[in-house]
């Protein structure tokens, strides 16, 4: 595609995906709230709050594709996950609408369904169960998604992203890890797909051990090539063995079904 925009663009997933994708645009427009560094050769940078709508409209704004990874990505106050998770949604749905509709890729998060039990296999159908403020505001990500499309015809991948990062942490991420090479496939499946839709897909790799099952997505080609498994050797070694009445090890969610409401200040 001409350009595409990766939001988020100075956080773990975002830098991860920067190299990663450039081969995906000749233009990578990327935008944060915090700094980026400098641009590369094919490199746009923009520097917005997602809750300045007037901002995000400029910025989507010629854009053939959207990498949507900004926002706050963990438990916080609500005035934080609203500008940037409601709101800053807001903002970038009704920008693409105004723009020709640029096919979005949302990361969304397994914490929409936290609270279901590790010993619970599920597909997208299962009720949403989220662990917190920030999980419910990825409901909210993914039900606005929705309405685009129903109403719009505004095309969406939802991608649950469980665990991304360059190694699973902990025992529960031999479930919930995605690596970065296999998300980096995702997005190019779901841009390249001929029909897309608004699919809930899981973002995790080829895990020996499965919470989610992802056939319904068989559509889009998409064949994750990691297995967190074959870290589970150096994770015994490193933390010895996982205490099974511990949140990190009864609920999906892990420890985010223990995070309290934060005050405002
Ligand atoms: P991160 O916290 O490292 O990056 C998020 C970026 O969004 C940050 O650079 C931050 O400055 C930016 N941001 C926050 N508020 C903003 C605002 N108001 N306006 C503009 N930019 C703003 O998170 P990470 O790990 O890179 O995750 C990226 C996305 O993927 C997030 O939406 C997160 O919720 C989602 N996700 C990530 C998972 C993971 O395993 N890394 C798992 C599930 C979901
Ligand atoms: C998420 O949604 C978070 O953004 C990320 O920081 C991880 O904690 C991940 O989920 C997870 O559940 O491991």
Redo the contacts with the bound molecule.
């Keep these: 595609m001409k350009r595409l925009l990766i939001t988020g663009a100075a956080g773990?997933l975002g830098r991860a995906m920067r190299v990663r994708l450039a081969p995906l645009a000749e233009t990578l427009r990327l935008s944060d709230i915090a700094n980026l560094g400098d641009a590369g050769p094919n490199e746009e940078l923009v520097q917005c709050d997602l809750g300045d709508a007037a901002a995000v409209d400029k910025l989507v704004e010629g854009c053939e594709g959207i990498l949507h990874l900004g926002g706050v990505?963990?438990e916080d106050k609500f005035s934080k996950i609203m500008n940037a998770n409601l709101l800053g949604l807001y903002n970038l749905y009704e920008a693409a609408r105004k723009h020709g509709q640029p096919r979005i890729i949302f990361?969304s998060?397994?914490?929409t369904v936290?609270f279901y039990r590790q010993d619970q296999h599920i597909d997208t159908t299962a009720p949403m169960r989220p662990d917190g403020l920030?999980?419910v505001s990825?409901c909210f990500g993914e039900a606005l998604a929705r309405m685009y499309f129903e109403k719009f015809g505004q095309e969406t991948a939802l991608v649950r992203?469980?665990?991304?990062?360059e190694k699973p942490?902990n025992h529960?991420?031999l479930s919930?890890w995605m690596s970065y090479n296999d998300f980096k496939m995702l997005i190019e499946c779901a841009f390249r797909a001929p029909m897309l839709g608004c699919p809930i897909i899981w973002g995790i790799s080829d895990n020996d051990s499965k919470w989610w099952d992802n056939s319904h997505a068989a559509y889009l080609g998409w064949k994750p090539q990691d297995n967190a498994e074959s870290y589970r050797a150096e994770l015994d070694a490193a933390l010895g063995k996982p205490d099974p009445k511990a949140a990190l090890h009864v609920y999906q969610?892990?420890n985010?079904v223990n995070d309290p409401i934060f005050a405002e200040d």
């Design positions: 773990a990505s963990v990361a998060s397994n914490h936290g920030y999980g990825k992203i469980g665990s991304c990062m942490a529960r991420m919930s969610g892990g985010f």
